[in-house]
């Protein structure tokens, strides 16, 4: 059971912005533990994406950009390509759980 | 860079034993968590646990009672080991190294079917 929420699916056409959300709790993004967002290309194994709320691994496009505010995060891709079409998880760690959990996931698709 | 490997059998009989290993290459073992991570066919990621070289654990609690992660420094491994399998732990089974509460890299994932 997924304890960080994100919505099914957004989409959106070349060149636009969409945003993921994540929304958590005060056992977890609200404890100020840190979010990080994951891709998952179709048959494909995740790839970090963004770590430590908003830094982005070297190799990632500053397109993708994190945030975060209380109890919740976001993901903001920018100038959507067609290669961003993926599966996108939160992550954070949950004090209530002792453990760390992912968010329900978001499926990204390009228009 | 490191780079990690599953390996085990991809069919498991209902209410047996789940095996898996994950071979890291490119560093060393020690001095690093490593964790295990499932995804079922269709569905979301789930975290399974973790483990420190020296050999402390930590499990997420659904399946703490089912699952044993150890390490292997010599052979620079860690494994997962699952038992009394039931279909709802078909899924994709991954590796990957923890690392300040983020995981990087994953493994490229096995499946693991639970049949008869």
């Known amino acids: 059971q997924s304890v960080l929420t994100q919505p099914p699916s957004v989409s959106g056409a070349p060149g636009q912005r969409v945003t993921i959300s994540c929304t958590g709790s005060s056992s977890n993004i609200g404890a100020a533990y840190v979010v990080n967002w994951y891709q998952q290309l179709p048959g494909t194994a995740p790839k970090l994406l963004i770590y430590?709320?908003?830094n982005r691994p070297s190799g990632v496009p500053d397109r993708f950009s994190g945030s975060k505010s209380g109890t919740s995060a976001s993901l903001a891709i920018t100038g959507l390509q067609a290669e961003d079409e993926a599966d996108y998880y939160c992550?954070?760690?949950?004090?209530?759980?002792?453990?760390?959990?992912f968010g329900t996931g978001t499926k990204v698709t390009v228009l | 860079q490191v780079q990690l490997q599953e390996s085990g059998p991809g069919l498991v009989k209902p209410s047996e034993t789940l095996s898996l290993t994950c071979t890291v290459s490119g560093d060393s073992i020690s001095g690093f968590y490593w964790s295990w991570i499932r995804q079922p066919p269709g569905k979301g990621l789930e975290w399974i646990g973790d483990?420190?070289?020296?050999?402390?654990?930590t499990y997420t609690p659904s399946l703490k009672s089912r699952v044993t992660i150890s390490v292997d420094t010599s052979n620079n491994q860690f494994s997962l080991k699952m038992n009394s399998v039931t279909a709802a732990d078909t899924a994709v089974y991954y590796c990957?190294?923890?690392?300040?509460?983020?995981?990087?890299?994953w493994g490229q994932g096995t499946l693991v079917t639970v049949s008869s």
């Open positions: 430590g709320n908003t």
């Open positions: 990957a190294r923890l690392l300040e509460g983020r995981l990087d890299p």
């Open positions: 483990i420190y070289d020296g050999g402390i654990t």
């Open positions: 992550q954070s760690y949950d004090s209530r759980l002792s453990g760390y959990v």
